[in-house]
């Protein structure tokens, strides 16, 4: 299996992601599903979500997390431990790349903040097989 080549095709593909932090006071672990765009060059999964929800008090309070695609139609997925989230200013690339993919998010732009997902090792699961892609 070409590890890199199947890591892109499926965040390329993809549109879920399942983020994993700690609660704001770190005694949990909490889980939340959001739509993602895949930004290749700096390795990191962006997604959006509202300005001042929980989520965002727990990324402020705990930025490190992991992440895992949803598969859909096969059982396809890339998964990562140790990421870094952070908020990332909503740049004309960023906002034209999240909103080709998601043309309906953005009726929902003024009152949401892009984060990114920034990942330097990935274990992807392809047609049976596993592997580590590190960049």
């Not at 095709?9 to 992601?17: A, C, F, S, T």
């Not at 598969?71 to 140790?82: L, S, W």
């Amino acid at each position: 299996m070409d590890a890199e080549k199947e890591l892109t095709r499926i965040l390329n593909d993809g549109q879920q992601v399942a983020v994993a932090t700690l609660t704001e006071d770190a005694q949990s672990p909490d889980v939340r599903i959001v739509i993602f765009d895949y930004d290749s060059k700096n390795h990191q999964l962006i997604f959006s979500t509202v300005n001042g929800s929980p989520k965002t008090v727990e990324i402020s309070t705990h930025a490190t997390g992991a992440f895992t695609t949803i598969p859909a139609g096969n059982q396809d997925v890339v998964r990562a431990k140790n990421v870094t989230i952070k908020k990332l200013a909503a740049t004309d690339e960023i906002e034209s790349a999240y909103y080709d993919k998601f043309p309906f998010a953005r009726k929902m732009a003024d009152n949401h903040a892009f984060y990114g997902l920034a990942f330097t090792t990935a274990e992807v699961s392809a047609n049976g097989e596993t592997a580590t892609v590190t960049f």
